[in-house]
């Protein structure tokens, strides 16, 4: 099994087949061309795992509307394809509810779907610290630039 990334991100793909052969799977790193970087079909097609990170909210390219297809020129976010009847209700749900209890259970919903259906395999999460001065508050979570108007000095 390949493991692939662009060319940004030379090391993930050693990283990765590492790990599969650790497993006892066959695996080889393959670092795309940059030439290939670009080409949507080609990233869309790709047999294998590809190493890419994901920021909170990536599950909302889970839906069959975000499937990467001839019809949307292989631009779509949901690469693998994934299809699942149950998530883009979730993700209907998740982008009409206001409350903030509401949305945390939604969330809390895709992420049983995403875990029971393998959709997506995580080898790890991106941490994204932030420094703010003590007298700012309000910054909550990633992306911090998300509530400002929320946001104080005390």
Excluded: C
């Excluded at 993930?12 to 695996?27: C, H, T, Y």
């Amino acid at each position: 099994m390949e493991a692939t990334a662009s060319s940004d991100y030379p090391r993930s793909p050693l990283i990765v087949a590492d790990s599969l052969r650790q497993a006892g799977i066959d695996g080889r790193p393959f670092v795309q061309p940059e030439a290939l970087d670009a080409d949507a079909e080609h990233r869309a097609s790709y047999p294998g795992v590809t190493a890419e990170s994901w920021a909170p909210g990536g599950y909302l390219n889970l839906t069959h509307l975000q499937a990467s297809t001839p019809a949307n020129a292989f631009r779509g976010r949901n690469r693998g394809n994934y299809s699942n009847p149950q998530m883009d209700e979730l993700h209907d749900r998740l982008a009409s509810s206001l409350q903030e209890r509401d949305r945390d259970d939604i969330l809390v919903d895709i992420e049983g779907h995403v875990s029971a259906d393998v959709a997506v395999g995580h080898l790890y999460y991106q941490v994204r610290p932030a420094v703010v001065t003590s007298g700012l508050k309000g910054v909550i979570g990633w992306p911090y630039m998300h509530n400002t108007w929320e946001w104080r000095f005390d």
